[in-house]
């Protein structure tokens, strides 16, 4: 009954390679986000879909492609991948779009591009 | 731009002692948010408090709010091995894009 869910945990791959990461949420709620954490615990917004429409897109390189096919799901699929973007992934849900909600993340995936 | 910035950056201390954690921004707020990350976890949301609260309390947690000084702190009271984790704040404001714009975080090691 895992509230935020994401698949893999851990992802190895090589430079190159395009790979996806996916998130579910069974939390009822309408928005769904992306966050980058840097080695460093920088927590960056990466994206934010609101009932599978893209609500914000920061400055993303565009080989990061989310897609939402419903509101509780909520794909990250990064193409062409390079060594910076080894990072920890995390998806996150709140009830909705409204400000400042809380949000629920999940447990996050390990990308390590060699 | 970062606009939540905690100190220490970390803080190591013993079983039943109490924890102090900070937090600045640098722009008017409608709330902030105190997040805890156990290593190699997601963030667990802690407590949020508005603007126009100064204090909130959820069991050993403690989160002050100084608008004025554009502060806030986060105390665990009594803490326990099992505290040690990060602790970011997050801040949002209305007109920031719907964003919440988060902290560096304190890292807090508590020791048996």
């Known amino acids: 009954d895992t509230a935020v869910s994401q698949t893999p945990k851990y992802l190895v791959t090589q430079m190159g390679n395009d790979k996806s990461i996916k998130c579910e949420q069974n939390?009822?709620?309408?928005?769904m986000y992306w966050y980058k954490q840097d080695s460093k615990k920088f927590l960056k917004i990466m994206f934010s879909?609101?009932?599978?429409?893209?609500?914000i897109n920061e400055t993303v390189p565009n080989r990061f492609s989310p897609k939402s096919p419903d509101k509780a799901h909520l794909n990250l699929h990064i193409n062409s991948l390079e060594l910076g973007d080894s990072a920890v992934y995390f998806c996150?849900?709140?009830?909705?779009?409204?400000?400042?909600?809380?949000?629920?993340f999940g447990p996050g995936t390990r990308l390590t591009v060699t | 731009s970062q606009q939540g910035e905690e100190d220490p950056q970390a803080l190591s201390i013993q079983e039943g002692e109490n924890a102090t954690m900070n937090c600045s921004y640098k722009?008017?707020?409608?709330?902030l948010q105190w997040y805890r990350q156990n290593s190699g976890r997601g963030l667990v949301h802690l407590i949020l408090?508005?603007?126009n609260e100064r204090e909130k309390h959820s069991g050993r947690l403690r989160v002050t709010l100084d608008t004025s000084k554009k502060s806030s702190s986060l105390l665990i009271t009594a803490s326990r091995a099992a505290d040690t984790a990060s602790y970011f704040c997050?801040?949002?404001?209305?007109?920031?894009?719907?964003?919440?714009?988060w902290g560096l975080g304190t890292s807090l090691a508590v020791n048996p």
């Open positions: 997050a801040t949002y404001n209305a007109g920031n894009n719907r964003k919440l714009i």
């Open positions: 879909y609101n009932n599978k429409e893209l609500i």
């Open positions: 408090i508005r603007s």
């Open positions: 996150a849900s709140s009830q909705d779009i409204a400000g400042g909600r809380v949000q629920y």
């Open positions: 939390l009822g709620h309408d928005t």
């Open positions: 722009t008017s707020i409608n709330n």
